[in-house]
């Protein structure tokens, strides 16, 4: 196992990237056309050595090619977390907790780039407050990764954008400008990580039921209602839990909206495309055999909701799908019902 480079540099100084899934190995891609080396965990050795006789992530975006010679590959959280500056965390939410709970070393002091689009169940907090409530990280070290950006297309080059989003704006802005930033990909930057987190949370709910109508053979026209709908539904929560001055319809906050209720890449909207063609939760969610974060997320913000009131009967009929088994047929028929 390659050693790591034990010397630091100024923020972000070394950059590791937590996780091995296709958002991971996509962050990788683009992390690694600014930086001459990375750390990269991933918690199974054998992934690790197949990477490396491969030069690709041999379970996901296989088609990009590494330069494992500027990879120092760990299967060791703590250890990789003691030779970083900066930990760009990209598991899937459900997993965070179980992850997080291998680590015996400190992480006050560290940099933490959360590419975690959803909440944390159980504790129904989001990931910048659960780094910082539980681990000690002071929130402005705290960075998140927002907008429309598929793993997929950024494997295929396609142009894309990204909000970078920072309580300390001028951090958010040298990622911006020198980390997250290539010829396929652009990014702006924000200090709106609670409004932000709640949207990159909530679009997966509205994929999901984005994804049931299209199951159940809603056409484009619906759709074309459904969405600025639900971008209400978003608003209206947001203008409660954390009422900032945002502009709401900037590409931060409706693009990920769209791209995930529309795109075929949206592991949300697939899921819930099965449910609306028939299959159980449970079917669909083995079928699926990945994450699909709104699930989690559903209940989550309902919970939440229960303490502000917040009109959202697209979250309600989810819930009543999902969680209480109700048909989906009948759930959506009555949110029609209400649209404008």
């Known amino acids: 196992m390659r050693l790591f480079n034990k010397k630091k540099k100024n923020f972000p100084g070394k950059i590791a990237v937590m996780g091995g899934g296709s958002w991971a190995t996509a962050l990788a891609k683009i992390v ?12 199974r050795a054998d992934r690790i050595d197949d990477f490396l006789v491969m030069g690709h992530n041999p379970a996901y975006l296989s088609d990009i090619s590494f330069d494992t010679s500027r990879i120092n ?9 003691e030779e970083s500056d900066t930990l760009i965390f990209a598991t899937p939410s459900p997993y965070l907790k179980e992850h ?33 409530h539980h681990y000690g990280v002071d929130p402005r070290n705290i960075i998140v990764i927002a907008g429309a950006c598929h793993a997929e297309e950024i494997a295929m080059e396609h142009l894309s ?13 040298l990622l911006s400008e020198k980390v997250f930033r290539t010829p396929y990909l652009k990014s702006s930057s924000s200090r709106d990580i609670t409004g932000l987190e709640y949207v990159s949370t909530l679009k997966n709910i509205y994929a999901i039921v984005a994804g049931i109508c299209n199951g159940l053979k809603y056409g484009d026209n619906f759709q074309s209602v459904y969405i600025p709908n639900a971008f209400d539904e978003m608003v209206r929560f947001l203008n409660v839990v954390h009422p900032v001055r945002r502009n709401i319809t900037s590409a931060a906050y409706l693009s990920d909206l ?8 949206s592991r949300n909207r697939m899921f819930g495309k099965m449910i609306g063609e028939g299959y159980s939760v449970n079917i669909a969610k083995i079928e699926l055999g990945m994450v699909a974060e709104g699930y989690y997320a559903t209940k989550c913000i309902h919970e939440i909701n229960e303490r502000y009131k917040v009109d ?3 979250l309600n009929a989810l819930y009543a799908i999902l969680y209480e088994r109700k048909p989906a047929t009948a759930q959506i028929k009555t949110i029609t019902e209400i649209f404008k």
Request: with cysteine; hydrophobic share 40%.
């Open 161 to 173: 954008y990204l909000t970078i989003v920072c309580r300390d704006i001028k951090k958010a802005n």
């Open 73 to 81: 590959f760990c299967d060791d959280i703590n250890r990789t977390i």
């Open 100 to 132: 997080l709970a291998k680590v015996t070393v400190p992480l006050v002091g560290k940099h933490i780039i959360t590419a975690i689009k959803g909440i944390v169940p159980d504790e129904n907090m989001l990931v910048n407050e659960y780094f910082s």
């Open 258 to 265: 769209l791209v995930t209720s529309y795109s075929t890449f």
């Open 32 to 43: 690694m056309y600014s930086q001459p080396s990375i750390n990269w965990y991933m918690r």
């Open 312 to 314: 959202m009967p697209i």
